[in-house]
């Protein structure tokens, strides 16, 4: 977690009595885990309500981008979901500012969408496929709603697995998404690929694009340790 972050959630959490949360993290103790249900809990021990907020914000905001470093097409869509609750957060009336009902509503809208994440986190495994393999499966299925097409759900998964499998033929070269000749050996892969398997009825270059952005994405924060 950024320092500044920690920081902050350090000095807001001790003005509001809950000290204990802070051995989380400290000392080779766990670290600070939004999804961690004893965390969840010591956060909703808060009593200051504006506090609550903006401390679950900052981690939420944080959870999200390290999300996206994963699966970039369900990041950005929980980034947009994230925004539009805090847009409607800040369009709240000027008297509503200290009812304790406005403030309760939108604490509670936060962990429902914090729920949301750490179920979509988890979602590969439902899926029968693997954590990389579900950022391709997304981005497939994203397109054929985008296009309103379809495309058997067993097709789909089995085609997430076999991008994954040309993609990881290509990345095992350190500098593969700084090399033209790879890059359009990847493409190449991918156009054949999704032709032998009738997917999909439209450009296919915007496929490559969405699939070359989730794997140079995926493979550089991987292997940064991120």
């Known amino acids: 977690m950024n320092a500044k972050v920690r920081e902050m959630i350090r000095e807001a959490l001790k003005s509001d009595g809950v000290d204990e949360i802070f051995k989380m993290g400290e000392d080779g103790g766990r670290e600070y885990d939004l999804f961690d249900e004893d965390y969840l809990a010591k956060i909703e021990k808060i009593k200051l309500p504006n506090t609550k907020i903006k401390i679950l914000q900052q981690l939420l905001a944080k959870a999200i981008d390290d999300f996206k470093k994963i699966n970039k097409i369900k990041g950005i869509d929980f980034a947009k979901k994230f925004k539009a609750l805090v847009e409607r957060y800040n369009e709240r009336k000027e008297q509503d500012v200290l009812v304790n009902e406005v403030l309760e509503d939108f ?6 969408l914090i729920g949301a994440l750490k179920r979509e986190k988890e979602s590969f495994v439902d899926l029968g496929i693997d954590l990389e393999e579900k950022a391709f499966y997304d981005i497939l299925k994203a397109l054929t709603h985008k296009y309103d097409f379809e495309y058997l759900e067993d097709k789909l998964l089995r085609l997430a697995k076999e991008v994954k499998t040309v993609v990881d033929d290509k990345a095992r070269y350190t500098d593969w998404s700084q090399r033209d000749d790879i890059k359009a050996e990847l493409k190449a892969d991918l156009i054949i690929l999704l032709a032998e398997n009738g ?5 296919r270059d915007e496929v490559y694009k969405e699939i070359f952005e989730q794997a140079e994405n995926f493979k550089k924060f991987q292997s940064a340790g991120v």
């Not at 604490?107 to 429902?112: A, L, Q, R, V």
């Not at 997917?199 to 450009?203: G, H, L």
């Open 107 to 112: 604490t509670d809208e936060i962990f429902d």
């Open 199 to 203: 997917y999909p009825p439209v450009d």
